[in-house]
């Protein structure tokens, strides 16, 4: 059905409904992801600055390399089974924040007005980063096996099967790294098609263009930091990121799928 907007101009109920259905759909997303990266920073960092458990150190002793090993490997597993809820929750909200990061982004094409490039890579970048970075976390999830139940003391003759056991969860985070730290560069080349499709755009603020280039270089940093394992660096550009750049940018996008045209 058509209805006449003004002179000459004809706007079809149907196209209305389905903006005003994607603005709602990219509103209630882009909030998701912002809480998303905001609780998964959290407990990150819980986990970083031993505020639930403190992390057990190696200790050197006259026992023996191996039995020093399988010992500190026992106090590992024993703090990671004590913050296991907080590993499942932040890996599993982590890549809940970047599905829905990725609905973000297709709400805002619909919003944009063109055909620009940065309009459709947008979303390719999005998507391809975001389900690389989700993965990333899901993978650090099977380190949950070795977790989610106490080990208890070690048994007689047992030191070369704890160790074992403990590279073998080394090995899968290593695994997760550089993944994670190319998800989060990918990502950024998405948020920064976003600035620019928004500071190119008719009726959106600058502002939010602005927001998302800052949001975009210091995701690479972060990336950065990832693959040079700089712990410190980590933490504080995590910190930025996932806990103020990134949820500001998202409820920003949010706010104005909201005003804008089609909105509910």
Request: aromatic fraction near 8%; charge should be neutral.
């Given at each position: 059905?058509?209805?006449?907007?003004?002179?000459?101009?004809?706007?079809?109920?149907?196209?209305?409904?389905?903006?005003?259905?994607?603005?709602?759909?990219?509103?209630?997303?882009?909030?998701?992801?912002?809480?998303?990266?905001?609780?998964?920073?959290?407990?990150?960092?819980?986990?970083?600055?031993?505020?639930l458990d403190p992390t057990p150190a190696f200790v050197q002793t006259s026992a023996g390399?191996?039995?020093?090993?399988?010992?500190?490997?026992?106090?590992?597993?024993?703090?990671?089974?004590?913050?296991?809820?907080?590993?499942?929750?932040?890996?599993?909200?982590?890549?809940?924040?970047?599905?829905?990061?990725?609905?973000?982004?297709?709400?805002?094409?619909?919003?944009?007005?063109?055909?620009?490039?940065?309009?459709?890579?947008?979303?390719?970048?999005?998507?391809v980063g975001g389900v690389v970075a989700a993965i990333s976390s899901l993978a650090y999830?099977?380190?949950?096996?070795?977790?989610?139940?106490?080990?208890?003391?070690?048994?007689?003759?047992?030191?070369?099967?704890?160790?074992?056991?403990?590279?073998?969860?080394?090995?899968?985070?290593?695994?997760?790294?550089?993944?994670?730290?190319?998800?989060?560069?990918?990502?950024?080349?998405?948020?920064?098609?976003?600035?620019?499709?928004?500071?190119?755009?008719?009726?959106?603020?600058?502002?939010?263009?602005?927001?998302?280039?800052?949001?975009?270089?210091?995701?690479?940093?972060?990336?950065?930091?990832?693959?040079?394992?700089?712990?410190?660096?980590?933490?504080?550009?995590?910190?930025?990121?996932?806990?103020?750049?990134?949820?500001?940018?998202?409820?920003?996008?949010?706010?104005?799928?909201?005003?804008?045209?089609?909105?509910?």
């Open positions: 059905m058509d209805t006449m907007a003004g002179p000459g101009t004809v706007v079809r109920v149907a196209d209305v409904e389905d903006e005003r259905a994607w603005a709602r759909i990219g509103r209630i997303a882009a909030y998701i992801a912002a809480i998303g990266f905001l609780a998964t920073t959290v407990l990150y960092l819980l986990d970083v600055y031993d505020v390399e191996l039995q020093d090993e399988a010992h500190f490997w026992a106090a590992i597993f024993a703090h990671q089974h004590a913050i296991v809820w907080d590993v499942i929750a932040r890996d599993t909200l982590g890549p809940i924040a970047f599905v829905a990061l990725i609905i973000v982004g297709i709400a805002l094409r619909r919003r944009i007005d063109g055909d620009r490039p940065e309009r459709q890579l947008m979303v390719t970048f999005l998507t999830l099977a380190n949950v096996e070795f977790w989610r139940l106490p080990w208890g003391a070690i048994p007689k003759d047992g030191e070369t099967s704890i160790v074992a056991v403990g590279r073998a969860t080394t090995a899968i985070d290593n695994l997760t790294i550089w993944p994670e730290a190319f998800g989060y560069v990918v990502v950024a080349l998405g948020i920064v098609c976003i600035g620019s499709a928004v500071r190119r755009g008719t009726g959106m603020p600058r502002r939010l263009g602005t927001l998302a280039y800052v949001t975009a270089g210091t995701l690479v940093a972060l990336a950065v930091a990832t693959a040079m394992d700089a712990d410190n660096a980590r933490s504080l550009l995590a910190l930025a990121v996932g806990a103020v750049l990134a949820p500001t940018l998202c409820v920003s996008i949010g706010r104005m799928l909201g005003r804008g045209p089609g909105a509910a």
